[in-house]
């Protein structure tokens, strides 16, 4: 068995991670580490051997860790990592902010990060998936990423480095994201709070926030700009397919396309990853069958599914 650092922070051995998913399923991680601070991150990854896998997890929010777990480390930042400080225009977050806590924040500042208040998430996990909504991603804000490579070393990554696509980035295999620089327009703070509470009004309204999910299943079949931007000549829309498909409100085991927005993939309370996956997969082949459309996920699954 390999023989890993022994660390300032937590490091949990098989330990489950259906609690730390927003859809409350997946399998144990062979470890869990929490760190205590950078430094402690930078020591364990300098430390652990080069063939340990890492994997860096937020607030899986958008994520299904399949039943029979991860083969790595999963790193995941808590506390040392969620400050927020606003400089004139310019505001730095930790990777553990969660999104809605930076909009809110920065526009108490007078700083418009809107945007990022109906996002469920982290800094983190927006950085990497590059994030967005109301025509406005994070590619758009981002100034500078900072991130712990595999080999334990500090890096500043521009947006250029990080290459962003829709709901993609080109981080460092192995890389833990640490924190990250926004740089918005200003703002009337009142403005800016009332703008993000009819974010708020309307999502509720037409998403099922109420019901476990992680967003969006499927990307939009349509054509994106680097940043994210639609291509509005070719812009499908998944729940609108998925429709079409007859596959709104389909269930398999404990999972469902939820009936009040079908591109919201539900775990109804007792559903396993494998429900969940399985669900997305059929609602996949009906859509080919029906439009000719693949869709592809935007919900990131991973691990090993469960041995019978």
Known sequence: MTTLPAPKGRLSRARPLSDLTWLRVGGPADYLFQPADVEDLQAFLRELPAETPI??????????????????????????????????????????????????????????????????GSVGGAVRMNAGCYGSYTADVLRKAIIVT???????????????????????????????????PSGNPEDLHTRM??????????????????????????????????????????????????????????????????????????????DLEGLGEEVRKKVYETSGITLEWEIMRVGDPLKE
């Not at 937020?58 to 991860?70: A, F, K």
């Open 55 to 120: 994997f860096p997890i937020g607030v899986g929010s958008n994520l299904i860790v399949r039943d029979g777990g991860l083969r790595a480390v999963v790193v995941r930042l808590g506390r040392g990592f969620n400050t927020i400080s606003v400089d004139g225009n310019t505001v730095t977050a930790g990777a553990a902010a969660l999104d809605a806590h930076v909009a809110r924040k920065a526009a108490d500042a007078g700083v418009d990060l809107t945007f990022l208040r109906t996002i469920p």
């Open 150 to 184: 595999r080999q334990g070393d500090l890096v500043d990554l521009t947006p250029e480095d990080l290459n962003f696509r829709y709901r993609q980035t080109d981080l460092p295999e192995g890389a833990v994201l640490i924190s990250a620089v926004f740089e918005a």
């Open 197 to 274: 509470e009819a974010q708020l009004k309307k999502r509720d309204e037409t998403q099922p926030t109420k019901d476990r999910s992680a967003g969006s299943t499927f990307r939009n079949p349509a054509g994106f700009s680097s940043t994210g931007q639609a291509d509005d000549v070719h812009d499908l829309k998944a729940w609108k397919v998925i429709d079409d498909a007859g596959m709104r409100g389909a269930t398999l085991g404990g999972a469902q396309m939820s009936p009040k927005h079908s591109n919201f993939l539900i775990n109804t309370g007792s559903a396993t990853a494998a």
